[in-house]
């Protein structure tokens, strides 16, 4: 390679306890810019603590976090996230809940809401702006969550198994709707999951994680099929069964591994 | 019974089977009034008639048509119910306010900072434990017969109901949201703002429910105690001359007052939180 570019994420040999308990035991991952890596692992094997490091929300007991090549102190500043467990607020309608990073980050109450209309047409959510949350369905609360974390626009994209509560025709939209979003404007994407297929229609690579404790990378392989890629065909042509059998190898024996640990 | 069943062996007539419940819940919300002016109707006549005949002595028993004449006596003839009325009203309105801001400011405060609520704790514990209406003569040594001994004693009362709601209101807060409004950038003025009050405030608003009455209490019990004017110096001074109607002609006067109060309560409650999904159709 001619020239070498800052990755957006550098994780190296990091380390994760919870007290005595060591979550992660050395893990690296390089995310380049406007890159989509997508994680798998099995249940419990660390996915949503790496995540939680770094977006700086818990701290690493060993290795390093670089962020665009500067070592991460404090909350990430350049990372949205999106987390595993509904975090929505009940007492605030759609827009305003989408609108929220604006007007925490000194935007005017209009303008914000303005925004956050716009991006909830984006997610497929024009005319649901004045529901609050206990109006909307799951797959709808996942939308509004991710038009959240998306308005901030940041350079980075967290996202902890985002749709996997979702039933399948659900899901699929979904991801049609976050591939058309970020084909249209690449950021770097975590895309945590448990869902192999998930991964590689999604992803440009896919890393594969141990089972816990001390978990770390077991292998990753890229995805090069190519874009824009149509998420319902994918699934049965060759390259794909390929690519599954590939990913397999490496997660199929650290899921039976978690099991014995169990 | 029969329309559920129907509507689980026939989703096609699921239209048709949603406007039963709604026609059945009128007719039972009817049915509940009915019963509920039945048990009131029967107690007061059974009351009026026991007293007419002489089956419960007067004296102590004053029949219902006695009190709610002396009640629209005091209101029209003599008109002096207005001027007491407003006293106590005013030491409610006072007591309430003031123990609210310092009971939700407390709460707010202790329920974030973990090291004033520490060291606090205690404290707050040990005058909790002090029964209030005791407070009462010493409020009185100290304020004197007037509104200030009265107002005391009912914002002592709120203050520690106000307080102990928010405190828990504040420290349920799912640690999910605020670790996603922190995300978010939230400042803490912020968090205070759009996340921390809002979540209390289903809390807050039981304690509103709770403190009305808790204010009502301190200042009738305070009038009670020793003053000049209000509901409760109304009701010993019918006590003093063994005068039952009027003891029971104020107590009358007090469920009203307390009950309008209650209504207000409830309708801010139900601005408050049209965000709460309603209540399940079929709860009853
Ligand atoms: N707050 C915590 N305290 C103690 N252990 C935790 C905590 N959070 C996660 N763990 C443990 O760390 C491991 C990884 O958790 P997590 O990252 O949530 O897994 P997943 O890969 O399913 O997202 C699990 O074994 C879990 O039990
Ligand atoms: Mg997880």
Redesign the interface.
């Known amino acids: 390679m001619p020239q070498q570019e800052t990755p957006s994420v550098e994780l190296r040999n990091v380390a994760v306890q919870f007290g005595s308990y060591t979550a992660v035991g050395s893990m690296d991952l390089v995310v380049k810019d406007s890159e989509f890596v997508a994680v798998v692992g099995p249940t419990g094997c660390g996915k949503s603590t790496i995540l939680n490091v770094v977006?700086g929300?818990k701290s690493a007991a060993a290795g390093e976090v670089l962020v665009f090549g500067k070592p991460l102190t404090g909350?990430n500043?350049e990372s949205?996230?999106m987390?595993q467990?509904?975090?929505?607020?009940?007492?605030?309608t759609a827009e305003d809940n989408v609108a929220?990073?604006l007007?925490?980050?000194g935007h005017g109450r209009e303008e914000a809401r303005e925004r956050a209309r716009r991006w909830l047409a984006k997610v497929g959510l024009a005319g649901f702006e004045k529901r609050?949350?206990?109006q909307l369905s799951g797959g709808q609360r996942k939308r509004v969550a991710m038009a959240?974390t998306l308005i901030?626009e940041p350079r980075i994209v967290l996202m902890d198994e985002p749709f996997s509560a979702l039933d399948v025709h659900t899901r699929r939209l979904m991801q049609r709707i976050l591939l058309d979003l970020w084909q249209a404007d690449r950021r770097s994407l975590i895309f945590i999951t448990h869902d192999l297929e998930e991964a590689i229609v999604l992803a440009d690579r896919v890393v594969v994680m141990s089972a816990g404790p001390a978990s770390r990378m077991v292998g990753e392989v890229p995805i090069p099929l190519p874009r824009p890629r149509d998420v319902s065909a994918l699934a049965t042509t060759d390259a794909y069964m390929d690519l599954y059998r590939q990913i397999w190898s490496l997660l199929g024996a650290e899921v039976e591994k978690s099991y014995a640990v169990q | 019974m029969l329309s559920s069943n129907d509507a689980a062996t026939a989703p096609l007539e699921g239209i048709a089977a949603a406007a039963a419940p709604a026609r059945r819940a009128m007719g039972y919300r009817t049915r509940v009034a009915v019963t509920q002016a039945v048990i009131l109707g029967g107690f007061l006549l059974g009351w009026e008639a026991a007293s007419r005949l002489g089956w419960i002595d007067r004296f102590f028993f004053p029949a219902p048509s006695a009190i709610l004449g002396r009640v629209a006596g005091w209101a029209t003839e003599d008109g002096s119910l207005w001027a007491d009325l407003g006293v106590t009203l005013l030491e409610t309105v006072l007591s309430f306010a003031l123990g609210i801001t310092g009971g939700t400011a407390l709460g707010i405060w202790l329920g974030i900072s973990r090291f004033a609520s520490d060291v606090l704790q205690p404290f707050i514990k040990v005058m909790n434990a002090i029964p209030r209406v005791l407070l009462a003569p010493i409020y009185t040594i100290w304020f004197g017969l007037g509104l200030g001994s009265k107002v005391a004693l009912g914002f002592t009362i709120v203050i520690f109901v106000a307080f102990f709601n928010t405190f828990q209101g504040v420290r349920e807060v799912?640690p999910?949201?605020l670790?996603?409004?922190?995300?978010?950038?939230?400042?803490r003025f912020?968090l205070l703002r759009?996340?921390y009050l809002?979540?209390a405030?289903s809390w807050i608003l039981s304690s509103l429910r709770v403190s009305v009455g808790m204010a009502v209490l301190g200042a009738v019990v305070s009038e009670y105690l020793g003053s000049s004017a209000g509901l409760g110096h109304r009701i010993a001074q019918a006590e003093g001359v063994m005068d039952a109607v009027g003891v029971f002609a104020g107590i009358v006067v007090l469920s009203v007052f307390v009950v309008v109060l209650d209504a207000l309560v409830d309708r801010l409650e139900r601005r408050l939180l049209?965000?709460?999904?309603a209540p399940s159709m079929d709860a009853h």
Do not use: D
């Open positions: 977006t929300l909350l500043g949205g996230y987390l467990q509904e975090a929505l607020l009940p007492w605030k929220l990073g007007v925490f980050t609050f949350m206990h959240q901030m | 799912n999910v949201v670790a996603n409004a922190r995300l978010l950038k939230a400042s912020a759009h996340v809002p979540s405030t049209v965000w709460r999904p």
